[in-house]
């Protein structure tokens, strides 16, 4: 009887390798906890400006809370969109991004002189200069994101606790915030 030799390819193996990656993000996707689309009262009273960056355009009379990291694209997209609100203050829940370049770059932003525009040109695609400091702030933003179960970035709380998880249009933000200043 002949024996066969049946090497496996490198091609093969990675693809094999895709799809057992592609099965273990689903089931993990699967077993998480559910996203939270509303914030009760409670958890609306652990939102506050500690450990944010924020931004007051014209007055600032509503608020918001956006948690995000220097990894996603769709935190950088939205920046644009922000931009374009009037008459609300963002509070920016910085996390500490995944692997060692997310954190150390969210590192860089949150240790800047003006973390606003840090965050900013990290949106732009730009580099921030590095710069040491404590940033326990991180992880702490990471737990309470944790904690309200908010499980995408971008992730906007209102006033009304309403959340928003993804990208979102500046129309839409100002539409949900004129929703919450009614209730």
Known sequence: MAQVNNRISLKKLAAGASVLITAAFCINLLLSPTAVTKLDAEAMR???AEGTFKTTRAGG?????????TDCSFCRDIEPELDELDNVTIYRHLLPGHGEAGRRAALDVWCSDNPVEA?????AGLTVASKKC????????????????LTMTPSIVYEDGHVSAGMIS???IADRLAG???R
Not at 119 to 123: D, E, F, G, I, Y
């Open 61 to 69: 009379a509503r608020a918001i809370h956006i948690f995000l990291s």
């Open 170 to 172: 500046s129309g839409e």
């Open 46 to 48: 652990s939102l506050t």
């Open 180 to 182: 919450s200043a009614k």
């Open 134 to 149: 404590n940033g326990a702030v991180l992880e702490k933003n990471l737990k309470l994101a944790k904690n309200l179960r």
């Open 119 to 123: 965050w900013k040109n990290v949106a």
